[in-house]
């Protein structure tokens, strides 16, 4: 049997793929979807090829695209100005206080993996997240070389906005925050009940997004 698929298929192989997919906040790799949806390679190739053509032949607001070796939902292109409009209305919205309490750990603590900020906070932030990286906010910062995590660290739109020239102007909180190192029972909780660093838990201890 191949390392790349499971003993028994977890599910279907089409809504599997879709919703892998739906939660993804990178592109993913053929073997990865493979390896979580417990079907072979070469299924999963088709499948999601057929996909992408029943997308665009439906006329979707949305398509799949095979970018940069990875899968990934994108908005079709004729959609943008919706999307934008929706997007810029949101960001004159205040910050929800779940929200500016994630980015304070972000500043103070980056580059930092959404599973520590979680840790520090006492709750996972994949939604409020979710909201930093779409206000421009927040950015993604490589991965961590031990764990592979992606990393954040606040945007130049961010120093813009709380009117300083560089992080060296913030206030000197960070001696408030926990640290890190003393952290590893929370981390491992957390990276238990966190799959993936872009999935939007159900759970009712999930922060909305702001």
Not at 7 to 17: C, F, Q
Not at 21 to 41: W, Y
Not at 81 to 103: C, K, M, W
Not at 167 to 185: F, H, I, K, S, V
Request: negative net charge.
């Amino acid at each position: 049997m191949s390392e790349q698929t499971l003993d028994i298929a977890v599910a279907e192989l089409r809504p599997s793929l879709e919703a892998l997919l739906m939660v993804a906040d990178q592109p993913l790799d053929v073997s990865t979807l493979a390896s979580a949806a417990g079907h072979p390679v070469d299924e999963v190739t088709a499948t999601l090829a057929a996909l992408a053509d029943e997308y665009t032949e439906q006329g979707r607001g949305f398509e799949l695209r095979n970018v940069a070796g990875g899968w990934r939902f994108y908005t079709r292109e004729e959609y943008a100005a919706v999307v934008e409009g929706f997007v810029l209305e949101g960001q004159q919205a205040r910050l929800t206080q779940a929200a500016l309490e994630t980015l304070a750990v972000v500043a103070y603590k980056q580059p930092v993996s959404r599973a520590r900020v979680s840790a520090i906070r006492g709750v996972n932030v994949d939604g409020v997240m979710r909201t930093l990286l779409t206000r421009g906010l927040v950015e993604e910062a490589g991965q961590d070389q031990s764990s592979g995590a992606n990393l954040y660290r606040t945007t130049g739109y961010f120093l813009e906005r709380i009117g300083v020239t560089s992080l060296d102007e913030l206030p000197e909180l960070a001696p408030y925050l926990p640290d890190l190192g003393d952290m590893a029972d929370e981390l491992e909780t957390v990276g238990t009940a966190t799959v993936s660093e872009g999935a939007a838990a159900e759970s009712p201890s999930v922060e909305g997004e702001a």
